[in-house]
């Protein structure tokens, strides 16, 4: 047959997709046509053999039928020893579901029920007695043996208790769990009996005797299980020492609608039955109960017995179980009843509360016509139920028909206070009255005989015991249709898992503590989210629903709704149509849970009705005043201690179970915990039938495949040396198999190459990693051996490892010298820090005060010296308080003192120095201010003499002008005498030359050209403007224009001179000729605009056209005066004479403008526009 290995060799491609399947590991060893378990819907896995491997899947031949169906990696295992069964599953070669499974099957054929999986025991019920499995020689077996000794059994998990309990001085409790009709109650009974057989004292007597009490009120036959306990109980047995000395009994949620309603093919409570079937004749005349069960509407789920009755009281078939029957087990009630101290009287009273309910449950209730208000009223045909009922509960008979038809309630508003007004009740409602009433009686009268038994089982006051717990609740359910119960014992079931968890997990890594394997921690899924979601303050399930159920009109409608609000991004919860199987489900009729064992869908149609506790007024009235006083006792205050009044805000069905859980857990956490998981073979309460889908399933709801999986992270596989050794040492040589256990295991790994990591040894057990100890077996099982060469190897690695053994003394010696000295070396260190410490503790004081006072002495060197010499009397004091310090002459109180003293005088000398620096400083200040003064008086004084120095100067000045002024007027008015002389003398030429001319022309001779052009002073104005304008000699034009110029600069310098002394214009006599016929042009033309400063503060603006040299033109605007537009040629006694050049216009900053912007003003003003100039 080929290997996986080798078909990977042969088809490279398809191997990378293989490799690259997570599950691939667990596969190796498979090979095609190889053996597998595949899953299967009915048998949990069948097998089947390999045909093919996908990516997906592996393709299984189904060995039963020969059908080939893929199976996802998951589904499929591989068969290792399928004939091999094992007492621990984690002794499984392979672990994994299907071997867990197939184990199980084995043992249980075997009728081996039970098996471990670590600590856990698991329980398959055989629905048959074992020969000898509970005897007392058995019992003896497991007396005082741990637990692993003897094959499993629940005794070993007992006995592993009673155990730790003596030897931890801790309680202990055993949490039994499984479906309905597991075995859980049969188990618990077992352990009981172990803790109480044997030497029994009245009290464990009385301890095993309170089963059949509790049985009988609190069990039914149920679909599932022919004696279903329908409470959770929690049975304490308290020891002194070895002995037992007292017990208690905590019960759980009794399904109180079992008393008014069953399913078809279930019954009541045992008690009904065995009361018919079994009290005597006259007790059933007393009681009105001598007719056929039928006629009981409250036993009408299935009217027959269990075993046989009279036959006056049974009529057709009757039920059979090897365990129960009703007449007979009535009588063992009475007398366990007497045995917990109830007097016959109490009995009988407890009996008729029973007929009672039978009778108060064939009442019926029809329309009474007569009543305007639609109420009703008690059927005339059943009226001898009510007489019987009343008379049987001790209540008068129209008291009672009142209560069940009307209901008194107290207005909340209105009416005067205290009233209480009647309302009357509708059939139906009459009927719902009637059932709350028959749940009540029941569930206290339960309540009370529980109370009943702990009285008889009482412990010390005060006295310290230890207990042994025995926790029987029901298991994780789920059906077609699940309401609040399934809810409520789901929820425990949660809380029970992450108890479960934690508790295992934490004694797994116990016992690799006790074998001295170092181990990490160990993950584990958590539900604590799934316990938020039941608990959550608030947001909880429970709590979600107490909060509708206090609505004035609760509605499980709401109720779903906010629920599925709240948890709208919840994993856990989940709407129904989020699932196939209840699409058919609107959302707000139930919700879905995620529990740690499966999906749950919850309708919650019943929800708010089963959740409320609570009783009419009337009726609860009516039974505080029966006559019977047990019934009245149990009404008054209720025995668990609830008052009648305000009953809404009496707590309800589900915040009181989850207080009691919180309370059974904060107990159990208290405790060291072993755990139980019961498992029911199949559905029809067959012996030898083993339904493995069924199985399966249970077991994946009580958390074994998962504890496997976690167990995979650690060392799942474990063996005893002893085991390992009697399993491989017969087909080994018999060098080998002669070694010590211990030795032979250790030798076997190294010798066939096992790696280290894959195995672990403990002190008593090897320890393997999860299919480790498949691959271990397979390498012994698989090859044939080479003797020699294991032998070999063996010697080689026995002398190896005593070799490496006395190497390892040696060097663990060498190590602990060198530890020795290194602590030595560290303790003096130690020694040396703490005796340092020790002395500066010592010191501390002393030193600080040392280093205040050199901090002192420091700060003193900065501070200059005083007056006083303040400053050095203080230093010697300090440097003597040193002295003192140092030798430790004084105190350190003293020394404080002083140099308190000390830093008072320093503190003075600092104020007082302080105080001279502050008026030094004031000196400084004024001397500064003085010499400031000084220095601006020396300034002005310069200033002055510099202003009389100018003032000096500019008369000096004035006088040296006034003195060339007059020198200039000497000058001129000489020059005026020689003009006039010259002018006398040209006039004189003239007439000569005018004679001379006239004597020319009259000799016909031509006037002097040069003559006449330097003889123009003489010529007239008109003369002079003719013939600048017509002559064509250039030289006589320039001679016209320079006497033109010269005339008209005399000319204005005497009108300035006139107008001088008049103070008007201030232009200097210079005015050129202009151009005749010039174009302007711009680079000759230049324009300004200066501000006017007049006399008598005038002002104005004055724009002045050059045309070249000289003025073209001239505006002169004055505030309040007409604008003066002039003209060369035409204005030039009023325009300004200067030159261009002379004006020094030109190196005015911002005088010169545009000429656009001159044009544009004079023309503004009036003023012609300029082509052509004309004088
Ligand atoms: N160890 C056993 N040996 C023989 N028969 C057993 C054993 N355990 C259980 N049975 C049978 O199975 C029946 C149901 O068992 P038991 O009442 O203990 O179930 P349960 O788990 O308590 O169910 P429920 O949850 O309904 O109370 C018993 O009446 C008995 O017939
Ligand atoms: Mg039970």
């Known amino acids: 047959m080929k290997r996986v290995t080798q ?79 094992v007492e621990d599953h984690c002794s499984l ?41 509970y005897s007392e020689d058995r019992r003896m077996e497991y007396k005082g043996k741990s637990l692993g000794k003897l094959p499993p059994h629940i005794y070993a998990i007992a006995e592993k208790a009673r155990l730790e309990l003596k030897r931890n001085k801790e309680s202990q409790s055993i949490v039994v769990s499984g479906e309905s009709g597991s075995g859980k109650t049969e188990s618990q009974k077992s352990i009981l009996s172990y803790l109480c057989t044997g030497h029994a004292t009245p009290l464990q007597q009385r301890i095993l005797d309170i089963n059949p009490i509790l049985e009988a009120f609190g069990n039914a036959k149920t679909m599932r299980n022919n004696n279903s306990s329908r409470f959770g109980k929690f049975v304490e047995v308290h020891f002194d020492g070895e002995n037992v000395c ?24 045992h008690i009904f039955y065995q009361l018919i079937a079994g009290a005597d004749d006259q007790t059933l005349t007393r009681l009105k109960l001598d007719k056929q069960p039928h006629t009981f509407h409250y036993l009408n789920g299935c009217p027959q017995f269990f075993g046989n009755a009279p036959s006056n009281r049974c009529s057709g078939e009757t039920l059979s179980d090897a365990l129960l029957s009703d007449a007979q087990q009535f009588n063992g009630v009475v007398k366990a009843l007497e045995s917990v101290g109830l007097k016959l009287e109490k009995i009988g009273q407890v009996v008729s509360i029973l007929a009672g309910i039978l009778h108060l449950g064939n009442i019926k209730f029809i329309d ?23 008379s049987l509960l001790g209540v008068e008979s129209n008291e009672l028909r009142t209560s069940l038809v009307c209901r008194i309630m107290q207005p909340t508003k209105g009416g005067v206070r205290g009233t209480l007004i009647r309302v009357a009740l509708k059939p139906g409602e009459a009927v719902v009255g009637r059932d709350g009433l028959a749940k009540a009686i029941y569930s206290r009268l339960f309540d009370w005989i529980v109370s009943k038994i702990n009285n008889s089982i009482p412990l010390e006051d005060n006295k310290e015991t230890k207990f042994i717990g025995v926790l029987d609740i029901a298991g994780f359910e789920f059906f077609k249709h699940n309401s609040f119960e399934q809810l409520c014992i789901n929820y425990c079931n949660e809380k029970m898992q992450n108890f479960f968890a934690e508790r295992v997990m934490g004694e797994e890594q116990l016992l690799y503590q006790r074998e001295s394997i170092p181990f990490n921690n160990v993950q584990y899924t958590s539900n604590t989210d799934a316990m938020a979601l039941f608990e959550g303050k608030g947001t909880g399930i429970l709590d979600i629903l107490d909060e509708e159920v206090r609505m004035p009109r609760p509605s499980y409608a709401n109720f779903t709704s906010s629920l599925h609000k709240k948890h709208e991004k919840s994993f856990r919860l989940d709407k129904p149509r989020g699932s196939k199987e209840y699409r058919h489900l609107r959302d707000e009729d139930g919700f879905l849970v995620r529990h740690f064992a499966g999906t749950v869908c919850y309708e919650t149609k019943e929800f708010i009705e089963k959740n409320k506790d609570e009783l009419h007024m009337s009726l609860e009235a009516a039974m505080e005043g029966s006559s019977v006083n047990l019934l009245s006792g149990l009404f008054k205050t209720g025995v668990d201690g609830r008052s009648n009044i305000n009953k809404l805000r009496a707590s309800t069905i589900g915040s009181k179970f989850k207080a009691q859980l919180a309370v059974l857990l904060q107990r159990l956490e208290k405790t060291g915990t072993h755990f139980v998981r019961c498992i029911k073979p199949n559905e029809h309460m067959e012996s030898g039938k083993f339904n493995g889908g069924l199985v399966l399933s249970q077991l994946r709801c009580a958390g074994i495949p998962s504890l496997l999986t976690l167990m995979h992270s650690a060392y799942p596989s474990r063996i005893a040396f002893n085991d390992l050794y009697s399993l491989y040492a017969p087909s080994l040589p018999t060098k080998l198999a002669k070694l010590e256990s211990r030795l032979f295991c250790k030798c076997l790994f190294r010798a066939l190459g096992l790696s280290p990591q894959d195995y672990a040894f403990g002190t008593s057990k090897v320890f393997f990693k999860s299919g480790k100890f498949a691959e271990f077996d397979t390498i012994v099982q698989g090859e044939s051996w080479n003797i020699s060469f294991l032998i070999d190897k063996t010697s080689r690695f026995l002398v190896t490892m005593r070799w490496k053994m006395v190497q390892y003394c040696a060097w663990s010696t060498i190590k602990l010298n060198r530890k020795i000295s290194s602590r030595r070396e560290a303790a003096l260190t130690i020694q040396r820090y703490s005796r340092g410490a020790a002395i500066r503790r010592k010191y501390r004081r002393r030193m600080d005060v040392a280093l205040k006072i050199r901090r002192l002495l420091s700060a003193l060197e900065k501070v200059g010296e005083t007056e006083m010499g303040e400053k050095g009397k203080i230093e010697d004091k300090l440097i003597s308080l040193l002295d003192s310090v140092m030798k430790e002459d004084l105190s350190v109180g003293n020394v404080m003192a002083s140099y308190n003293d000390c830093v008072k005088k320093v503190d003075d000398m600092i104020i007082a120095l302080k105080d001279a620096e502050i008026l030094r400083k004031q000196k400084e200040e004024e001397e500064k201010r003085r010499k400031e003064e000084e220095e601006r008086e020396r300034r002005m004084e310069e200033e002055r003499a510099l202003r009389r120095r100018i003032e000096e100067a500019r008369q000096k000045e004035e006088e040296e002008w006034k003195k060339r002024k007059k020198e200039e007027e000497r000058v001129e008015r000489e020059e005026k005498e020689k003009e006039e002389r010259q002018r006398e003398e040209k006039e004189r030429k003239r007439l000569d030359a005018t004679l001379n001319a006239e004597r020319r022309m009259e000799e016909n001779v031509g006037p002097p050209q040069e003559s006449v052009a330097n003889d123009l002073s003489t010529w007239k104005y008109g003369e002079l403007r003719d013939a600048i304008n017509n002559s064509t000699d250039i030289e006589m034009l320039m001679a016209c224009k320079a006497e033109f110029h010269r005339r008209l600069r005399v000319y204005n310098e005497w009108k300035m001179k006139t107008s001088n002394q008049n103070g008007s214009s201030p232009l200097p006599p210079c005015r050129p000729l202009p151009t005749t016929n010039c174009t302007l042009k711009n680079n000759e033309h230049r324009y300004f605009k200066i501000p006017l400063g007049g006399a008598g503060g005038q002002q104005g603006l004055l724009y002045i056209h050059f045309d070249g040299q000289w003025v073209g033109r001239q505006m002169e605007m004055r505030p309040g005066q007409k604008p003066a537009l002039m003209k060369a040629g035409k204005d030039d006694g009023k325009m300004m004479h200067m030159s261009l050049e002379q004006s020094g216009l030109t190196r005015r900053k911002g005088a010169e403008i545009k000429g656009e912007e001159f044009d544009t003003v004079w023309t503004h003003l009036g003023g012609e526009a300029l082509s052509v100039w004309k004088p």
């Open 7 to 85: 078909f990977k060799s042969n088809c490279s491609s398809f191997d990378r997709s293989v490799r690259s399947i997570p599950s691939f590991t667990r596969l190796v060893g498979m090979e095609f046509g190889g053996p597998v378990w595949v899953s299967h819907s009915s048998q949990g896995f069948t097998k089947g053999t390999i045909d093919d491997i996908t990516a997906q899947s592996i393709v299984v031949k189904k060995d039963e039928d020969g059908i080939k169906i893929a199976a996802p990696y998951d589904e499929v295992f591989p068969i290792d020893d399928e004939d091999r069964s």
């Open 93 to 133: 070669i392979s672990l994994n579901e299907a071997s867990l499974l197939n184990n199980s099957k084995l043992r249980f054929e075997e009728k081996h029920i039970y098996t471990y999986v670590g600590n856990v025991l698991i329980s398959i019920n055989p629905y048959e007695s074992i020969n000898g499995l």
């Open 246 to 269: 007292g017990g208690y009994i905590s019960h759980y949620l009794l399904e109180r609608s079992r008393v008014t309603s069953q399913q078809s093919g279930e019954r009541n409570y």
């Open 368 to 390: 009474d016509t007569a009543d305007m208000k639609g109420g009703c009223k008690v059927d005339p045909s059943t009226e001898c139920h009510l007489s019987h009922a009343s």
